[in-house]
């Protein structure tokens, strides 16, 4: 294991070949599997699953209860709530081996991901894109997209602070403003 600026905690099991980021954080039962890639300053809550051959960026919060599966990979800065959910194979039965068929699914910079919700395999969710509790993802997020539901549906944009946007696409909080560009939120020039 690299990484000698990580916290383990003692009942943590971190495999042969994985590399951990100064700074991050291992909680109690979490399990890193080999030729995982875990950044700098992240924070790996308790009865984790990681990999095998997962990557997250830096500054990344899972919180309790999660497994991030071989395939999905974390760009910097995401956040996962408690027991949330990722899939890696499509359409899987125990009696057929089908771990050749995973489908990759990417988590961009600085998204949320709300507790117990669950993304299906194969998706890209936005930077900064914001997905309620208990949401059930079954295709791409656009980039600053609040999405929440079953299945989720988009019910409006959120800044990269993470606040919801009114209308004129101004956050209240920070003041940043956005503007739509076919369709795409972007920040508006200066």
């Known amino acids: 294991m690299s990484g000698s600026g990580a916290f383990v905690h003692e009942t943590a099991c971190i495999d042969d070949a994985v590399s951990l980021g100064d700074g991050t954080k291992i909680w109690h039962f979490t399990h890193v599997l080999s030729g995982s890639v875990v950044g700098e300053n992240c924070n790996i809550g308790q009865n984790v699953v990681i990999g095998p051959d997962v990557r997250i960026g830096r500054g990344c919060k899972i919180q309790n ?66 997905v309620g509790a208990g949401a059930v993802v079954t295709r791409d997020v656009p980039d600053f997209a609040l999405i929440y539901g079953n299945p989720a549906r988009q019910h409006g944009w959120v800044c990269a602070c993470g606040e919801k946007l009114p209308k004129d696409l101004r956050c209240p909080a920070c003041g940043q403003r956005y503007q739509l560009r076919d369709g795409r939120l972007a920040e508006a020039d200066a």
Do not use: Q, W
């Open 65 to 130: 209860n999660v497994s991030v599966y071989k395939g999905v990979t974390l760009e910097d800065d995401v956040f996962c709530g408690p027991s949330m959910v990722f899939t890696n194979v499509f359409n899987p039965r125990a009696h057929i081996r089908r771990m050749d068929e995973a489908r990759p699914t990417l988590v961009r910079r600085g998204a949320s991901i709300g507790a117990n919700a669950t993304v299906v395999c194969g998706i890209t969710i936005g930077r900064f894109a914001l």
